[in-house]
């Protein structure tokens, strides 16, 4: 892969940098589509990418049964739908792209393509757009799959739930690119990722929505970097969310994904940690 995407070090990689928007969709697209032919042949991580976010939430309805989702104006299938894309999030971007960024790294694979045309800002962008591609679709089709089954009807609320999926997606691929930098092998993110991955699980309101928690530990709870966009994709299919707390829940959202960004410009690692 490196053979194709790398160029000459120097004037012409600085050339290349600031050519304007064209040759950077041509790069992103080049090296997105050796990465997705890569991401396929690891088989595995393709398995859990696609399968867990589908298997999960019906392995979760009997806890979530429990819930008085009436109440809080849920339905069994809204929820479900949430929860699904939620752990979309989580495994089919954050945990691969864990794995993906450590992988390319110790193969000194980042630090080849950084003595080419491709800006830091372009290899991290253009290794996570067949994670993010991935999780989008799988969004879309978990959202057309819950209204054929589980009657979960159109989205009341579009216009939340675009913005919940794109946050969602940009977080935790930013998120993803962080831990990578304290990751030290491939094997070793299957630990450095299990933190953020139960915090979001229990207290994004994945598996259980915030709304159906105390209510100041609901309050804390919609804080933490998933949460902003597991309400968005809920509203954006229940239509049940005010103007101030939709406003709420982007500032809280666009402040994790730039706060996320300057941590990844700050202290990613390029060189291997040996």
Known sequence: MSGTLTGTAGTRAKAGRGAGWAPAVRRLRALGQAELTLLGRNRGVVFTALTV???????????????????????????????????????????????????????LVLKRLRTGELSDTEILTGTALPA?????????????????????????????????????????????????????????????ALPLMFVSMIGSGIMFPTETMPHTLGSVCELLPLSPAIRLVRAGWTGQMSAYDALGALATALAWMVLAVFAVRQWFRWEPRR
């Open 132 to 192: 993010v591609a991935i999780g989008l679709a799988q969004a879309l089709l978990l959202c057309v799959g819950c209204a054929a089954l589980l009657h979960t009807g159109a989205p009341r609320a579009p216009y939340l739930l675009l913005p919940g999926l794109l946050a969602g997606l940009v977080v935790s691929a930013a998120l993803a690119a962080l831990t990578a930098s304290f990751t030290r092998t491939v094997e070793s993110g299957q630990v450095t």
């Open 53 to 107: 976010p589908l298997s999960l939430p019906f392995a979760v309805r009997p806890a979530i049964d429990q819930l008085d989702l009436k109440k809080q104006g849920l339905t069994i299938g809204t929820t479900l739908l949430t929860a699904a894309i939620g752990f979309s999030f989580l495994f089919a971007v954050y945990t691969s792209l864990v794995n993906t960024y450590v992988a390319r790294r110790e193969e």
